[in-house]
């Protein structure tokens, strides 16, 4: 079974910046789409960025969610199996619950998160 686990979460000043990793164990994630999410305390999650397989038909597109646009950068290191979400300018409204997530044919499968808190 994919196991994702993400990492690079902690307290940052607000201006500050954090990079964020997906590693996964056993598959290569470069055969799936990965996605970026993250929650609030006490909003739902929202998806925040995505990338799509290098062998898709997009071709490892990036798409970001309007309200981190410019500020989010997502990649991925296939020789480190890593999906990576790099947050600069960060504001307070950045924290919450990051997960990556992996959408696959047998099925949708989550990390256990990783917390980001931006303090002002």
């Known amino acids: 079974q994919l196991q994702l686990v993400e990492s690079g979460g902690g307290l940052v000043q607000s201006g500050g910046s954090l990079r964020l990793s997906c590693a996964a164990s056993?598959?290569?994630?470069?055969?799936?789409?990965i996605g970026w999410f993250r929650q609030a305390p006490g909003k739902e999650r929202e998806g925040v960025s995505c990338?799509?397989?290098?062998?898709?038909?997009?071709?490892?597109?990036?798409n970001y969610a309007d309200s981190v646009k410019g500020r989010i950068t997502i990649s991925r290191d296939n020789a480190k199996n890593t999906v990576y979400l790099r947050i600069k300018n960060q504001e307070p409204e950045d924290s919450g619950v990051y997960y990556c997530?992996?959408?696959?044919?047998?099925?949708?499968?989550w990390g256990q998160g990783t917390h980001v808190t931006v303090s002002s």
């Open positions: 997530n992996a959408d696959t044919s047998s099925g949708s499968y």
């Open positions: 056993g598959y290569t994630l470069d055969y799936y789409d």
């Open positions: 990338i799509s397989s290098s062998g898709s038909s997009s071709g490892g597109s990036t």
